[in-house]
């Protein structure tokens, strides 16, 4: 079944045209929720096409190489623009991090996730409810992410949001590796990204739950493995 609220958005996008619609309405609903600048590639340039991978349905993708934001046709809505525009915006997709964004992919897709919940928690209520839900297909949170997404917001439980967009959004000025290890010391949590020990490769996700644990007590495993996804995603017992 195709949600009523998907054919109004896609609508109004077709009318308006979706570069406008992420130029305008998504920049500005990002910029407010986040209480940050965002600074977008100069050269964005946003289409629609097919995309498939492994016969798996991809919705969109940013990549990083041409500034292009790429939207499966048919297959995507207010929450992959929101998505896919917060990866154009985020340190990551800047050049010298490529090899970081390769190194630890499903904790910044768990990053991306959880931003993007945020975001549409506070500007569309709607968008938020159906994600969190499950409600359709087309604005699920993706199962591969669910683990990474609810880390960041049990973190949020003892950090407040904007620190941890701090560590994602790009700013001129500044570099990640100064924001993460000011993190990192300001809330004693151990470096389980720029280690060396071999255990990170393993699985990235799980090393650093096990890092936030050791800080925050078990309460964060509990948030991520026990309670409902609806519980561990609810922002409004989160830190802004
Ligand atoms: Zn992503």
Redesign the pocket.
């Known amino acids: 079944m195709t949600p009523e609220c998907y054919l109004t958005f896609i609508m109004d996008a077709t009318i308006t045209g979706i570069e406008k619609v992420v130029k305008d309405e998504i920049t500005t609903s990002i910029e407010k929720a986040l209480k940050t600048k965002i600074h977008l590639p100069p050269t964005l340039t946003i289409y629609e096409t097919e995309l498939r991978k492994n016969r798996r349905i991809i919705r969109g993708l940013y990549n990083p190489n041409t500034n292009e934001l790429i939207l499966n046709k048919g297959h995507w809505c207010r929450k992959t623009l929101i ?2 525009t917060l ?1 154009a915006a985020s340190y990551f997709s800047q050049e010298e991090y490529e090899r970081l964004n390769e190194k630890i992919r499903i904790l910044i ?1 768990g990053m ?2 959880f931003l993007q919940g945020y975001i549409m928690y506070k500007e569309y209520p709607e968008c938020y409810k159906a994600w969190i839900n499950q409600k359709y297909p087309i604005c699920s949170l993706p199962i591969t992410y669910e683990p990474a997404t609810q880390a960041f917001a049990a973190l949020a439980r003892h950090v407040p949001i904007r620190e941890i967009t701090k560590l994602y959004i790009w700013q001129p000025n500044t570099n990640w590796h100064t924001q993460y290890k000011k993190f990192l010391n300001k809330y004693n949590i151990e470096d389980v990204i720029l280690t060396k020990k071999a255990k990170i490769k393993i699985n990235i996700t799980y090393t650093f739950i096990n890092a936030l644990t050791k800080t925050f007590g078990n309460e964060i495993k509990e948030l991520i493995y026990q309670a409902p996804t609806e519980t561990c995603l609810n922002y409004s017992e989160m830190k802004e």
């Open positions: 998505h896919e990866h897709e991306t996730e």
